[in-house]
């Protein structure tokens, strides 16, 4: 019998264009300490084999049967080559409150150059793995790539060719007032580029920690409809919350209108410790975030809070998996969509209440707004519970501008556009509001009103 | 109060009006003048509430013939915003809750677009939480209510007083109340009566839609006008309201038929 070279391909389930990405992924040079490269080595080979045992997902595979990702393999993305980005592009998008406390990556790699880390107080680090003590990076390797959802195939290919890792660690019983900057620019480069960010934040026990993770490109702080070649952002963070620690985590992506974006969020939390992000998505031609929270630990509190905005023929995707196993857990996640033009949103929010999960408060509400007829929003909040002594609520609404609402605030003799913008606006700000830079609530809440406004032309 | 050479601010003639396709209204006339107090009564269904959503201007309530003059002019293809600026006022039966957008802000906002289309200076943060803090006075309401969303969490009696501060922040030529009194105790309804009663002027008219003759105890009408089935069938005095409390709406059918 003869068999196909396609059919044999099909039978050992590999996949030409991932097979592609991976070779691309593994020629990436690492910028890590010569110590721990016995360490690295394992962690690509290890990540690698989980590669190629797998296949790019298709809309066949249940959690991807909304997002279609087939422009994307259209596309063949490669290392980008080193580049400059001056201070001035880095203007735009500094935070007043994190202006010395501000770590730039570009293209994934650490430039300490556009950084400015002397605001820090003492008893926590922000840099890369390489700046990071010796002795600090033997524990820190203890952390990579080992929480349970490292396998997955995007998250396994970021580890076979991350170029560099960024590390925030705050030590035991520190308490960082300062908001930490974690920017991620993009410079796209002729050739669409393969884009790896990589990084850890550590709260050791009793410590806290507010970051503002940014993804923008750096050709302008508003990128969303800009043409750029297309590139491929696919980002990893893996947080760690240890005994009683605290981080508030503002994830803000902004890609480019050219830009693919798929970024996790991993969070492993210990006991009593306290989780915050709010996630926001403005930008992208299409974006999926897969947010995942593991608790290790009883009495662990957990909160949720994002904001998709999508025009045009954007796609965003937010993925959420709350993985509880112990008791006492409070979670709550607000996750709040705007869809214009023939824009698409996708929620999927998992939570996971065991048997070992006594005692747990769980909610979930996602909300979205469509303004117009051709926008579309997939929801499915999903809450698997086994344990039987829990308060835990999940819910979905899908609407437009409430009419009613609209004739109020006309009755009293405000415009039907300005009644829309104070309605969009409120939309947004019940997310917004949560941020804890009044700067960067202000800016986004521009943006909203900005990215909306066309509506009315 | 009734003097006769006063202006006409609304003239309605032959009003009709459908919701979903079916008439609600069935040729209503009214006239009002500046500085007269009207109440308009009648059962659930007669078209009271209809009425004032058609003042106002709701796009879900078809105008199908007659017109509204408001100070002669003819406004039925005003947008609601547009009435509003000039000087039409609904106070609703439901007030909407807002959340979201604060009340002070969406106080401000208000007043200040009415503030433009009289071609006035519009106030600044600061300036207006001054007058807004004066305006609370009149419906004796807590300041603590303008940082909250519009009317979330509000009590009925607490969404109805801040229907009234609205009212004197825009100064209205005419205001027409929905129900406001209704399932109000008796502390709220005095308040509320009392806001009304401070801001009815020579120069401008009320409307009380209500049920309830109670209210008319704490707002006294010039007229009294009673509907059924989409028109008005029958005007008088305030003693109308008492015999219609005494008698209920039976003696109508009566005297409307016969």
């Known amino acids: 019998m003869v068999v196909s070279a396609d059919l044999l391909n099909a039978m050992l389930q590999t996949d030409a264009y991932l097979s592609d990405l991976l070779k691309q992924s593994q020629t990436q040079t690492i910028r890590v300490r010569s110590e721990i490269s016995g360490w690295l080595q394992e962690l690509r080979q290890k990540a690698a084999y989980e590669v190629a045992h797998q296949q790019l997902p298709t809309r066949r595979d249940e959690e991807w049967q909304f997002t279609d990702l087939r422009e994307l393999k259209a596309i063949a993305f490669q290392n980008p080559p080193a580049v400059n980005v001056d201070r001035e592009t880095l203007a735009s998008f500094t935070l007043p409150e994190a202006r010395h406390s501000q770590v730039v990556f570009v293209n994934g790699v650490f430039a300490p150059e556009l950084s400015d880390l002397t605001g820090l107080p003492p008893g926590v680090f922000v840099g890369n793995l390489m700046g990071l003590p010796l002795e600090a990076n033997y524990d820190a390797i203890k952390y990579i790539a080992h929480q349970d959802d490292a396998t997955e195939v995007f998250t396994a290919l970021n580890s076979t060719g991350f170029p560099d890792v960024a590390v925030i660690w705050a030590e035991t019983n520190v308490t960082v007032e300062m908001p930490i900057h974690l920017l991620w620019l993009t410079v796209p480069t002729p050739n669409p580029a393969l884009i790896q960010p990589r990084g850890l934040v550590i709260a050791d026990p009793g410590s806290s920690l507010t970051v503002i993770e940014q993804y923008g490109v750096a050709i302008a702080a508003c990128a969303d409809f800009t043409n750029t070649p297309p590139y491929l952002n696919n980002a990893v963070l893996e947080v760690f919350t240890r005994d009683n620690a605290r981080v508030n985590h503002t994830r803000y992506q902004r890609e480019s209108g050219s830009g693919f974006h798929i970024g996790k969020t991993v969070v492993v939390q210990d006991r009593d410790s306290h989780y915050t992000t709010q996630s926001i998505n403005f930008g992208a031609k299409l974006s999926r975030h897969h947010l995942n929270i593991w608790q290790k630990g009883p009495n662990t509190e957990t909160y949720l809070n994002g904001l998709t905005l999508v025009d045009h023929a954007q796609v965003s995707d937010t993925h959420s998996l709350i993985a509880l196993n112990h008791s006492h857990g409070i979670t709550d996640q607000l996750h709040k969509c705007i869809v214009d033009a023939q824009a698409h949103a996708i929620f999927s929010g998992k939570v996971f209440v065991p048997q070992a999960a006594q005692q747990t408060q769980a909610a979930q509400l996602n909300r979205n707004l469509l303004l117009s007829p051709q926008a579309r929003v997939n929801t499915q909040p999903q809450l698997q519970i086994t344990a039987d002594n829990v308060k835990c609520t999940h819910g979905a609404t899908v609407s437009q501008i409430d009419a009613d609402e609209l004739f109020y605030l006309q009755s009293r003799g405000i415009n039907a556009e300005q009644a829309r913008d104070l309605l969009l606006d409120a939309f947004a700000a019940e997310v917004l509001d949560r941020i804890p830079l009044p700067s960067l609530r202000q800016r986004l809440s521009q943006c909203v009103a900005c990215r909306t406004e066309e509506l009315f032309v | ?258």
Not at chain 2, 103 to 129: C, H, I, M, P, W
Not at chain 2, 190 to 198: E, F, K, W, Y
Not at chain 2, 203 to 224: F, G, S
């Open chain 2, 1 to 258: 109060m009734i003097n006769p050479n006063s202006n006409v601010i609304l003239s309605v003639k032959n009003l009709t009006a459908n919701v979903d396709g079916t008439p609600i209204l069935k040729g209503l006339n009214l006239e009002v003048k500046a500085g007269e107090i009207h109440a308009i009564m009648g059962r659930n269904g007669s078209g009271k509430s209809t009425f004032s959503k058609v003042l106002a201007g709701h796009p879900d309530y078809e105008v199908t013939g007659g017109e509204i003059l408001y100070y002669g002019e003819n406004i039925l293809d005003l947008e609601p915003d547009e009435r509003a600026l000039k000087g039409i006022f609904l106070a609703f039966q439901y007030p909407l809750e807002i959340p979201g957008v604060s009340n002070l802000d969406f106080l401000r906002v208000a007043y200040n677009s009415r503030q433009k289309a009289l071609g006035l200076a519009e106030l600044d943060t600061f300036d207006f939480e001054d007058l807004v803090i004066e305006k609370l006075g009149v419906v004796q309401m807590d300041a603590k209510f303008l940082d909250r969303s519009v009317n979330e969490g509000f009590s009925g009696g607490e969404k109805k007083r801040n229907e009234i501060l609205q009212m004197a922040l825009l100064e209205p030529k005419v205001a027409i109340l929905d129900e406001t009194d209704s399932g109000l105790d008796i502390d709220a309804l005095r308040i509320v009566a009392g806001g009304v009663n401070q801001l009815a002027n020579a120069d401008n008219a009320t409307i009380l839609i209500t049920h309830y003759q109670r209210l008319l105890d704490y707002i006294e009408p010039d007229y009294v006008h009673v509907m059924q089935a989409g028109q008005i069938v029958m005007s008088g005095g305030k003693e109308l309201a008492l015999k219609l409390e005494a008698e209920g709406y039976e003696f109508l059918e009566a005297e409307v038929t016969a």
